[in-house]
Each structure stands twice: as structure tokens, then as C-alpha cells.
């Protein structure tokens, strides 16, 4: 059972260039989200989708689109990376929006921006 | 502003030593209190997930303890393995799912 799976797993990218980081669970879960976790500080929210159809902002939208493009697949892109972006991204799924239920996450892509 | 705030930063043990992480949070509303383990290179996992009204959980060698008075929790190893490496995260959750506070961890070496 893959649980969460991101691709790419690292990635370099130039100022300015954009890119799609991929997300998909098998869990048949409803709730997907994007984190950024950054040395020093705790896991913060990007972007999230209670449900297939709905997408909403976190805690650090800017500079971030994504799309729920189904039940499994959640995406994150940049539209024109910044030095400031670069960070590891998880994605996670929890099965609703019940507050007792813990995050499945993904092993994160490691994104440099230069 | 919700805060998450875990000691020490880092700890060194000997393998088959006991420990103890601790969280102080300052989260409101509070709805669940959370550890994860987070191996290096990989994404964190769930140990136990307590509301106000549990104490205590326990999770094999891992055990949760919640003060919800003081807003402090605490995380005990017992009889630690070299398999224990790895940053432990405490989370606070004030809502729904996609309400969560993350501290930043605290990271533990068990060496032989």
C-alpha cells in the first residue's frame, strides 16, 4: 500500500522558471494539503482541499496555485519560483475534515531555487 | 498567535535509555494534541493523538502524557533503539483538520 506519493523527490530550478509538484494517495481519502517545511520552523500550510472540487488558502498561499485534479491527485505549482521557495514540500491526506484524524504524509520533495 | 514550542532542540542518549521530549503550547481553541516521528528524508508519521480529556496514550515504547491545565504535554521513550533517531514533532490542532500548529521539533541521536 503506497499510501501518499510525491514526484519529483528533489528538484533545482532557476529564478523565474515554474514547475508542478505531483501528489496522489490510494487511501480513498476526501482532504489533501500542501506544507512547506523550512529549517527552524514548524510544518506550515500552503494550500488545502476538504473535499474533490474545493481548494483552499493556508497559512503561506502566496506565489502557490494548485489544483485537486481528482479524488486522488492534488497538485502544487509555481508559477515563477523565487530563491525564497526554495524549502521541502509534503503533501498529506487525512480521510475528512474530522479533527481526530491524523495525516498521512508523503516523503516531501526537496526543491532548490537559485 | 498560536505557538507550539518544544526542549530541548536536540538530545543524545545511549541506546536502551529512557527519555522525555516536552511541548508547551499556547493554542486556542484547543482540540487535540498530537506527536509525530519524522525519520530523516521522509515525511512524519503518527504516534498518538490525545484530546483534553485523555492523559495519557500510549503507542508501543512511545507514551503521550497531556496536562491540559498548564498546556504542556510530553513524550517518554522507554528502553530507546538506535531505530528511535529521528526528529519528533508536536502538533496542536484547533478546529478541523486542516487547523494544525506544528512546533519544530526536537531532534534525538540514540547512540550505541
Known amino acids: 500500500n503506497a499510501g501518499v506519493t510525491q514526484t519529483p523527490k528533489f528538484q533545482v530550478l532557476k529564478t523565474g522558471q515554474s514547475m508542478t509538484l505531483q501528489c496522489a494517495q490510494d487511501?480513498?481519502?476526501?482532504?489533501m494539503y500542501w506544507y512547506r517545511q523550512d529549517p527552524g520552523m514548524g510544518l506550515r500550510l500552503i494550500y488545502y482541499s476538504a473535499s474533490e472540487g474545493t481548494t483552499d488558502k493556508g497559512e503561506v498561499p502566496n506565489g502557490y496555485n494548485v489544483s485537486r485534479l481528482n479524488k486522488r491527485e492534488f497538485s502544487l505549482r509555481l508559477e515563477s519560483a523565487a530563491p525564497s521557495q526554495t524549502s521541502v514540500y509534503f503533501c498529506?491526506?487525512?480521510?475528512?475534515?474530522?479533527?481526530?484524524?491524523?495525516?498521512?504524509f508523503g516523503d516531501g520533495t526537496r526543491l532548490s531555487i537559485l | 498567535k498560536n505557538q507550539v514550542e518544544q526542549s530541548p532542540q536536540s538530545l543524545i542518549i545511549l541506546e536502551g535509555k529512557n527519555c522525555t521530549l516536552q511541548c508547551n503550547y499556547t493554542v486556542s481553541p484547543f482540540s487535540n494534541l498530537r506527536w509525530y516521528k519524522q525519520d530523516t528524508g521522509r515525511g512524519p508519521v503518527s504516534l498518538t493523538i490525545m484530546t483534553f480529556s485523555e492523559n495519557t496514550k500510549s503507542n508501543g515504547r512511545y507514551t503521550a502524557t497531556l496536562d491540559a491545565d498548564t498546556k504542556q504535554s510530553s513524550l517518554h521513550i522507554t528502553a530507546s533503539q538506535l531505530s528511535d533517531s529521528a526528529s519528533y514533532i508536536c502538533?496542536?490542532?484547533?478546529?478541523?483538520?486542516?487547523?494544525?500548529?506544528f512546533g519544530t521539533g526536537t531532534r534525538l541521536q540514540v547512540t550505541l
Open positions: 487511501m480513498n481519502h476526501n482532504s
Open positions: 502538533v496542536v490542532t484547533t478546529g478541523t483538520a486542516s487547523k494544525l500548529t
Open positions: 498529506a491526506s487525512t480521510p475528512g475534515q474530522g479533527n481526530y484524524q491524523p495525516q498521512h
